[in-house]
Antibody, heavy 116, light 108 residues
Framework: ELQLVQSGAEVKKPGESLTISCQGS????????IAWVRQMPGKGLEWMGM????????RYSPSFEGQVTISADKSTNTAYLQWRSLKASDTAIYYCARGSGDLGPWGQGTPVTVSS | EIVLTQSPGTLSLSPGERATLSCRASQNVNAIYLAWYQQKPGQSPRLLIY???SRATGIPDRFSGSGSGTDFTLTITRLEPEDSAVYYCQQYGTSPITFGQGTRLEIK
């Protein structure tokens, strides 16, 4: 069964850095794109960008380019989402999902809280 | 970017009824690049429909999608209590990928 397992909830202060992860199991995710999607509290879904693990091709939404970094480690079947300096407005649940268009399956989500 | 506007914002129906959810795009979307998702409280989204009318694996045939151009529809027949959720449309034919704001379906 295809499954994406994300890292656990994070509580950070403004200005801190953070990396969250998404590891695939049950298949080789290097043959697929992995997308990252943000869901702010009580809000809808926002596509942030995606990465193709086989060749590290990365695409960003203009809304998120420069704000986050997407990367991957092909050897561990893992994709990453990184912030250099968190803001309170980064508080959200972050999902990874397989695909470059329609998305599925999805990870369980990583809640990130940024508060002083 | 393509803006997707979903209506209604909230839909309240009884079990056994039929739900019709609308997704309107700000510009033409190739139907093969339109998907629908279901998100229940506290859960991750789940792919229901891709290519505007193809059901994802394991999705019952009560769920169907249709549409073309700028107007797309998700229809759910014979509503069940478990269908209570927020439903999102998504287009992936033009970068950046965008989602609608969601329609909340309540089963009375």
């Amino acid at each position: 069964e295809l499954q994406l397992v994300q890292s656990g909830a994070e509580v950070k202060k403004p200005g801190e850095s953070l990396t969250i992860s998404c590891q695939g199991s049950g298949y080789t995710i290097t043959s697929y794109w992995i997308a990252w999607v943000r869901q702010m509290p009580g809000k809808g879904l926002e596509w942030m960008g995606m990465i193709y693990l086989e060749d590290s091709d990365i695409r960003y939404s203009p809304s998120f380019e420069g704000q986050v970094t997407i990367s991957a480690d092909k050897s561990t079947n893992t994709a990453y989402l990184q912030w250099r300096s968190l803001k309170a407005s980064d508080t959200a649940i972050y999902y990874c999902a397989r695909g470059s268009g329609d998305l599925g399956p999805w990870g369980q989500g990583t809640p990130v809280t940024v508060s002083s | 970017e393509i803006v997707l506007t979903q209506s209604p914002g909230t839909l309240s129906l009884s079990p056994g009824e039929r739900a019709t959810l609308s997704c309107r795009a700000s510009q033409n979307v190739n139907a093969i690049y339109l998907a629908w998702y279901q998100q229940k409280p506290g859960q991750s989204p789940r792919l229901l429909i891709y290519r505007s009318s193809s059901r994802a694996t394991g999705i019952p045939d009560r769920f169907s999608g249709s549409g073309s151009g700028t107007d797309f529809t998700l229809t759910i027949t014979r509503l069940e209590p478990e269908d209570s959720a927020v439903y999102y449309c998504q287009q992936y034919g033009t970068s950046p990928i965008t989602f609608g704001q969601g329609t909340r379906l309540e089963i009375k």
